[in-house]
């Protein structure tokens, strides 16, 4: 069942994405979670990571996130897991710019009075650029 759960997890933060729900997508994350953005953008702490987030939606007029394919490993006992998870980010910019994200999330879990929540995402972008894709893609490996 928890693979289910973590699956869920997922779909519900990139649903709250979407629809800009800040309460949703705040619920997905442990109290204590850090979220790595690359680019030195790490923050640690619901509070912060809402924060960081918030700032960052403030630059989208629209942003639709889908979970693609993901993979996790869990210890019950323990209520700790890994766990990495790609997504496809279509966005509209504030300032009109439209693109698309390619990328992948490495995940840390943490079960909390029950249920499994975020204790940390790190997220390596793939691409990020127009949506023909003439961009630079980065493998999986981080090169160019």
Not at 24 to 50: C, P, Q
Not at 93 to 120: H, P
Request: aromatic fraction near 12%; hydrophobic fraction near 35%; proline fraction near 1%.
């Amino acid at each position: 069942m928890s693979r289910d759960d973590i699956e869920d997890l997922q779909h519900r933060y990139a649903s709250a994405v979407g629809r800009r729900d800040e309460a949703s997508w705040a619920s997905t994350w442990d109290a204590n979670a850090t979220w790595e953005l690359g680019k030195g953008r790490s923050v640690e702490g619901r509070e912060a990571i809402l924060a960081l987030w918030n700032s960052a939606m403030d630059g989208f007029n629209a942003v639709v996130q889908n979970v693609v394919d993901g993979t996790c490993e869990l210890d019950e006992d323990a209520g700790t897991g890994t766990g990495r998870f790609s997504i496809i980010e279509h966005w509209n910019r504030a300032n009109g710019d439209r693109g698309i994200l390619l990328a992948y999330y490495d995940d840390k879990y943490v079960r909390t009075d029950g249920q499994w929540l975020f204790a940390s995402r790190e997220l390596i972008v793939q691409y990020s650029g127009p949506p023909d894709l003439s961009g630079t893609f980065h493998n999986a490996w981080g090169e160019s």
